[in-house]
């Protein structure tokens, strides 16, 4: 990573994580050299970036300031991993579940119409890798994640594919709150990945629509459950 992109970690954490409150001024330019320790060409092209993230506004003659929260770029992955990492935003995570729950069944549908050769080869990768790691978790759940990036890449639309960090980001935040190890869990979840490969490689659409809405309907359960445990643990 360049200076420019830990920075940019730095302080975009910062900001989403709530050092600074939504809607106060931020230090000035000078202020953010000197706090950094870096030149004001650095923190210039920071905050060009964390704009473009509607984390930071930049009013002319004004100063900096950050953005209210409902503002924020929630389908920018950096911005996702940076507020989950500090603990799941029970809204935000029920808003980003219900947008999988409405559009994955579709990608799934679009993908068992559209995808290639070279999509079915990387989709049944991805399963063989998750199959093969039922106990080696971490490497479990990055071959899931692929799969699922793999069977977006395969509906072909160029606009839906800009979700895919999102979605990723979205799967790491709430792993620990929606996985189960147990054996007949295991089980159930590569028999639902497999039945979406099945259903994709056969070009079946809705057989794959199907069995891609009890995977996601199966998950957000899990993870509604999760975040009322966790609110519950909480109060």
Known sequence: MTKTDRLTRLFGKQIAQGEFAPGSALPSESELCERFDTSRNVVRE????????????????????????????????????WVLEKG???SLVRSLIEVRS??????????AERATAVDLVEIEANFNQMAANLKNLPVFHE???RFHHAVLVASRNLVIQQLSD?????????FDITFQTGP?????????HH???????????EAAEEASRRMVTRTASRAIAGLERAEGAGS
Not at 166 to 174: K, M
Not at 195 to 205: M, V
């Open 166 to 174: 999102a979605v990723g980001a979205l799967q790491r935040a709430i």
């Open 88 to 90: 799941a935003n029970p």
């Open 46 to 81: 920071v905050i060009k970036v964390l704009s473009t993230k509607r984390l930071i506004d930049a009013q002319r003659h004004r100063g900096l300031f950050v953005m209210a929260s409902e503002h924020w770029n929630y389908l920018d992955a950096d911005v996702l991993e």
């Open 184 to 192: 007949e869990h295991m089980e159930l979840t590569i028999k639902e």
């Open 195 to 205: 039945d979406l490969f099945d259903a994709i490689r056969r070009k079946n659409p």
């Open 102 to 111: 409405l559009i994955e069944p579709t990608i799934s549908r679009w993908a």
């Open 143 to 145: 071959a899931d994640i």
